[in-house]
């Protein structure tokens, strides 16, 4: 079974531009999340999609935005780039949505902003 | 959120048993214990989770506390594979994993 794939690997974007992101869940999971990950704050969760629908979302301000397609494939958006938006985003898939199931993390992409 | 605390690094030698501890003091009585690991230039990997009993799973052991405010991975014969940083998260309920700093796993040859 393949795994979770996040396309593209890496990224070079300049201040103010926007960016989008996908992830491809396992086959037969329906909930994606996204995550960011940076060397100063360390993991931390963007948003969570399960059918079509964000059923959570962090603390991250709205020029930080995702959908989920009916195939359960994810995209996340970012717009007017920031310097400190340089990070590694990892999206995650699972079953269904819950804290008990494990989550399967892709590689991530990493995104600098020049 | 629950917290959980964990040492920055530890260090083992190849082939001996490895005890990552961590702390939850806070932890309420529907939050599972799960535990990541994330290697250099990848994305997190689940390792283990639980919630009362101790579990055992073919990469490693999760001992539990009797009062659950603290638990143990249990690498039974450490691999330069093992190298990672290991996160010890808590999560009930919503699906968001709150990742700590976690602890550096250093493995010596």
């Known amino acids: 079974k393949a795994g979770v794939t996040q396309t593209p690997r890496y990224l070079i974007k300049t201040r103010g531009q926007q960016v989008t992101l996908s992830c491809s869940p396992i086959?037969?999971?329906?909930?994606v999340s996204w995550y960011q990950q940076t060397p100063g704050q360390g993991l931390q969760f963007l948003f969570e999609?399960?059918?079509?629908?964000?059923?959570n979302k962090g603390n991250f301000p709205g020029r930080f935005s995702g959908r989920q397609f009916s195939n359960s494939r994810s995209e996340m958006n970012v717009s007017t780039l920031e310097l400190g938006d340089s990070a590694l985003y990892l999206c995650?898939?699972?079953?269904?949505?819950?804290?008990?199931?494990?989550?399967?993390f892709g590689p991530g992409t990493r995104l600098t902003v020049l | 959120d629950a917290k959980t605390t964990q040492p920055n690094s530890m260090e083992s030698n190849e082939e001996e048993p490895v005890h990552l501890p961590c702390n939850h003091s806070?932890?309420?009585?529907?939050?599972?214990i799960h535990w990541y690991r994330q290697l250099p230039s990848q994305g997190p990997e689940y390792v283990i989770h639980g919630l009362t009993s101790n579990v055992n799973n073919r990469m490693a052991s999760l001992a539990i506390a009797e009062d659950r405010k603290s638990s143990t991975l249990i690498l039974h014969r450490a691999t330069l594979r093992d190298a990672a940083v290991y996160y010890c998260?808590?999560?009930?309920?919503?699906?968001?994993?709150?990742f700590g700093k976690g602890t550096k796993l250093s493995v010596i040859p």
């Open positions: 086959s037969g999971h329906r909930s």
């Open positions: 999609y399960f059918s079509e629908t964000q059923r």
């Open positions: 806070t932890i309420s009585g529907t939050d599972y």
């Open positions: 998260i808590l999560g009930a309920g919503s699906y968001q994993l709150t």
């Open positions: 995650a898939s699972s079953l269904n949505p819950g804290s008990v199931l494990e989550q399967f």
